[in-house]
């Protein structure tokens, strides 16, 4: 499988963004899709995860009530909808692809090759 993001771009504070992540081929029920982020300088962290089965969602806690991910299924696509945003968002957004429910970058074998969101002030 692999992972295509796109949708980033530069934006102002209080704004909105959705990025897309389509990934080729089948997606299996038992993976889980997620989006981490990078800031310059700074290790990757979790943004947020949906299960492909259920749909089951979890969110750092920096971006809860902002953001929402969501999925779409007959086209294999995950998205990230983001509202709201912050200075602090700034960062090369990628998704991921795992077996299991995770918060942890190493629990992801599979990485797109990440989109820029810059939001300035």
């Known amino acids: 499988v692999q992972l295509q993001a796109s949708g980033g771009g530069l934006l102002q504070e209080g704004g909105s963004l959705t990025l897309s992540c389509a990934a080729s081929?089948?997606?299996?029920?038992?993976?889980?899709m997620a989006w981490f982020r990078q800031a310059p300088g700074k290790e990757r962290e979790f943004v947020a995860y949906?299960?492909?089965?259920?749909?089951?969602?979890d969110y750092a806690d920096s971006v809860k009530g902002r953001f929402t991910i969501s999925k779409d299924s007959a086209k294999n696509t995950v998205y990230l909808q983001m509202n709201s945003v912050k200075v602090e968002d700034t960062a090369v957004y990628y998704c991921?692809?795992?077996?299991?429910?995770?918060?942890?970058?190493?629990?992801?074998?599979?990485w797109g090759q990440g989109t820029l969101v810059t939001v300035s002030s």
């Open positions: 991921g692809r795992g077996v299991q429910r995770s918060r942890v970058v190493g629990d992801y074998g599979y």
């Open positions: 081929g089948r997606i299996y029920s038992s993976w889980t």
């Open positions: 949906i299960t492909w089965s259920f749909g089951r969602t």
